[in-house]
C-alpha cells in the first residue's frame, strides 16, 4: 500500500498541474490579512467604483430600526427576524456558527423549515419556491421580535457523540446536532415539519462565482456519472423572481437563489423582515397578523437603489491571496488533496466570463475550490429536507478559497451547512456519499499527512 501510495504521489508531482498561484480571486484578490481579511473591496476595483462599495457597505453593516423612525432609509425591521442587520450573520463578511450547546441565541445560524407537497397545489408552490413552507411559521424560523411581540420560537440543539477513527488507531470525535423548537408562539409545528439549520456563509468572491459561466457549469455537470468516475454533481434549477422561468441556482448552502440580487432580497426579507420589489409581501403567513397591525416602513421598505448598492458591494468583496504556498508540508498537503480526489469536486480553475458592466470581474482566472453543483453527501450530513431539485442528501460544494482565514476572521473554526465540524479535519470526516472514496482515503492517513492536509488547506 505505501508503495502503490508514494508512486501516485510521485505521478501527480511530476504532472505539475498543482499550483502555487497565490492570487485565487485572480485580479480582485487582497493581500489583507487579520480580522478585515474577508471586507476587502475587489484590488482591481476603481477609486471610482469604491464608494459605491463603501456605500453598499454600510447597508450591509448598520442595524435597521423599527418604524415609523427619522431613520427612513432603513426603517421597516420586522416585526419577526433573524437579525437586524446583514453583518450580524455574515460576522466581518465571514462564517457564522452555531449557538452553544442549551444556548437559544442563534445569531448567526437559522433554521428553515417546510412540509413534504401532497397536493397539486404544493406542487405548484414547490416549482416557485423550491419548498412548501410550514404553514403557520413559513420557510423559515424567526427567532426574534420587536419589542413586546413574541418570537416564532427558540433554537433548541443538541450533539450526539460520532467516533471515527483513522486506520493508525487515533480516534476522533464527532457531533452531530439535533435540532428542535421551543417556546412555539403561535401554535404547534405541522406534523410533518423538516427541520434544517444553516450557518452564514462567508460573502467572498460571490461576483466571480455569479461570473463562472453558464457553459462552464453544464460542462462539469454529469448527474447520471456518464464518466463513471463515481461523481454525479448535478445543477439547481430554482425560480428567478426577475425573470419569472427556472434557472441555474448558484448560492445557498443547497443552491437554492440563482443570483446575488435574488439572495439578497430573500435575506432581507426573510432575516430582517424587509420588503422589496422581489419580495414585496412581509414575512408573516396567513396565521400571523403582526404584520398587517403593526407600522412598515415604506412600500417597498428596500428600495431598489439600496438592492442596487448591497449587490455591488456583495459582488466584490475580494478573495485573499493564499499563504505558505512555498512550505514543503503545505506542497505536501496538496498533493494529498488531489490524491484523495477532493478535485473532483472542489475544482482549482475556472476562468469567469466577460462581463462588461463589471470589468473587475470579468475573465479572471480564479481557484475557487467549487464546482457549484450540487453532490450526495451520504446519509450523515442529509438535512431530511429537499430543496427544489436538491435532495436531502445533496448539497452544493462549498468554495474552500479564504478557509485559512476563518479564525482570525471569525474566532472559530466551525465549518458545513450546520456548524458541526469543529475543524478542518472534523468537516472532511463527514464526507460521506459520492465524497465516501476521497473520505476513506483520507482515513488511511498517518498523522504527519493528516497533518499535511490541514496545512495546505490553511494555505488557501
Known amino acids: 500500500m505505501k508503495l502503490y501510495y508514494s508512486a501516485l504521489l510521485l505521478g501527480l508531482m511530476s504532472a505539475s498541474a498543482l499550483a502555487g498561484e497565490p492570487k485565487s480571486g485572480g485580479g480582485t484578490s487582497t493581500t ?26 454600510s447597508f450591509f453593516r448598520n442595524p435597521w430600526v423599527a418604524a415609523p423612525s427619522s431613520t427612513e432609509a432603513r426603517d421597516g425591521l420586522g416585526p419577526l427576524f433573524n437579525t437586524n442587520g446583514c453583518q450580524n450573520c455574515h460576522i ?7 449557538p452553544e450547546e442549551n444556548d437559544t441565541q442563534a445569531v448567526s445560524m437559522l433554521v428553515r423549515m417546510s412540509i413534504p407537497a401532497t397536493s397539486p397545489e404544493d406542487d405548484a ?19 426574534f421580535a420587536l419589542p413586546g411581540k413574541k418570537p416564532e420560537g427558540q433554537i433548541h440543539i ?5 467516533a471515527v477513527h483513522f486506520a493508525d488507531g487515533t480516534p476522533v470525535m464527532l457531533r452531530k446536532p439535533n435540532v428542535s423548537i421551543v417556546e412555539l408562539a403561535y401554535g404547534p409545528l405541522h406534523a410533518d415539519t423538516q427541520l434544517s439549520a444553516r450557518v452564514a ?33 448535478k445543477l439547481n434549477r430554482v425560480w428567478d423572481v426577475q425573470a419569472e422561468k427556472a434557472v441555474i441556482g448558484r448560492f445557498g448552502w443547497k443552491a437554492g437563489q440563482p443570483s446575488l440580487m435574488q439572495q ?3 435575506a432581507f426579507n426573510g432575516d430582517i423582515g424587509l420588503t422589496s420589489r422581489l419580495y414585496p409581501h412581509e414575512n408573516c403567513t396567513t396565521k400571523q397578523t403582526l404584520c398587517d397591525s403593526l407600522p412598515n416602513g415604506g412600500t417597498p421598505e428596500v428600495s431598489d437603489n439600496i438592492l442596487d448598492f448591497v449587490e455591488f458591494y456583495s459582488q466584490h468583496l475580494a478573495v485573499p491571496v493564499r499563504r505558505n504556498l512555498d512550505d514543503p508540508q503545505v506542497m505536501k498537503g496538496e498533493q494529498l488533496f488531489h490524491y484523495s480526489g477532493c478535485v473532483a469536486c472542489h475544482k ?4 469567469t466570463a466577460k ?45 474552500l478559497w479564504g478557509i485559512g482565514y476563518t479564525q482570525e476572521v471569525n474566532g472559530h473554526t466551525y465549518y458545513l451547512h450546520d456548524g458541526r465540524a469543529r475543524n478542518v479535519m472534523e468537516a472532511v470526516l463527514w464526507h460521506g456519499g459520492e465524497a465516501k472514496v476521497s473520505r476513506d482515503r483520507v482515513l488511511q492517513f498517518d498523522q504527519q499527512q493528516r497533518e499535511a492536509l490541514i496545512a495546505f488547506l490553511n494555505s488557501l
Open 32 to 57: 489583507k490579512s487579520g480580522q478585515n481579511a474577508y471586507s476587502m473591496p475587489a484590488s482591481n476595483l476603481p477609486l471610482s467604483k469604491r464608494l459605491d462599495f463603501s456605500v453598499g457597505n
Open 92 to 98: 466581518k463578511d465571514g462564517r457564522g456558527h452555531p
Open 125 to 143: 408552490l414547490y416549482e416557485k419556491e423550491g419548498v412548501v413552507p410550514e404553514p403557520t411559521y413559513g420557510a423559515q424560523l424567526q427567532d
Open 158 to 162: 443538541t450533539y450526539d457523540d460520532l
Open 201 to 233: 456563509p462567508p460573502m467572498i468572491g460571490l461576483g466571480l462565482l455569479e461570473s463562472i459561466p453558464e457553459s462552464t457549469l453544464l460542462e462539469w455537470a454529469d448527474e447520471h456519472d456518464l464518466n463513471h468516475d463515481g461523481i454525479s454533481g
Open 264 to 266: 439578497n432580497a430573500a
Open 348 to 351: 482549482t480553475q475556472v476562468v
Open 355 to 399: 462581463r462588461a458592466h463589471l470589468p473587475a470581474l470579468s475573465e479572471q482566472t480564479i481557484h475557487p475550490y467549487t464546482d457549484l453543483l450540487l453532490h450526495d453527501m451520504g446519509e450523515g450530513l442529509s438535512d431530511g429536507r429537499p430543496e427544489a431539485l436538491a435532495s436531502a442528501q445533496e448539497w452544493r460544494t462549498p468554495p
